[in-house]
């Protein structure tokens, strides 16, 4: 069960950082489009050259570290959906309201405690001795896209049920 969670965890992270990748930068560079250019000129070459350089001097080991740092933020949403689906159980077993449980001074002992597991799960499923470098590299060799952007989809669609279905349920 931990290496499913442990491969889930790590393609909704490759899945999140490629989008971002290709999204900041590929489509929104300017000096990647301008590198097709037909035509020469040294002062855009310079630029291109220059922003080449620093493509590859924010990498650590292959993996952007801005980007990483935001493709991060789906592990810890995913550490946030597996509370609320314990708020969303405990709420339809017991049949109480959210606001009564977070109006009660609890709201920041619950925020701290969201964090705290957050981070654990992400350092043990993510960060720990590298991991996601060893998912990167595998699932880069089979490229089997559409079946890990097919989850990160759902994984996605039934994350934003459940916020939905808490909220509703408040």
Not at 55 to 72: F, L, P, R, T, W
């Amino acid at each position: 069960m931990r290496k499913l969670l442990e491969k889930y965890y790590n393609i909704n992270y490759y899945c999140s950082y490629k989008l971002l990748f290709f999204i900041f930068w590929r489509m929104l560079n300017l000096f990647y489009w301008l590198s097709f250019s037909k035509w020469k000129n040294g002062y855009i070459n310079r630029c291109i050259s220059t922003n080449k350089r620093h493509e590859v001097a924010g990498m650590d080991k292959g993996v952007d570290v801005y980007i990483s740092s935001m493709a991060s933020n789906t592990p810890y949403i995913i550490s946030i959906w597996a509370f609320c689906l314990v708020c969303l159980a405990c709420i339809k077993i017991f049949r109480i309201s959210l606001l009564s449980i977070l109006g009660n001074g609890v709201y920041f002992l619950l925020l701290i405690l969201i964090g705290i597991c957050g981070y654990y799960v992400n350092e043990i499923f993510l960060f720990k001795g590298d991991k996601y470098r060893k998912y990167f590299a595998e699932f880069d060799k089979k490229k089997r896209y559409l079946l890990y952007y097919g989850i990160y989809v759902v994984s996605l669609i039934i994350r934003l049920a459940t916020f939905y279905l808490l909220l509703a349920s408040a």
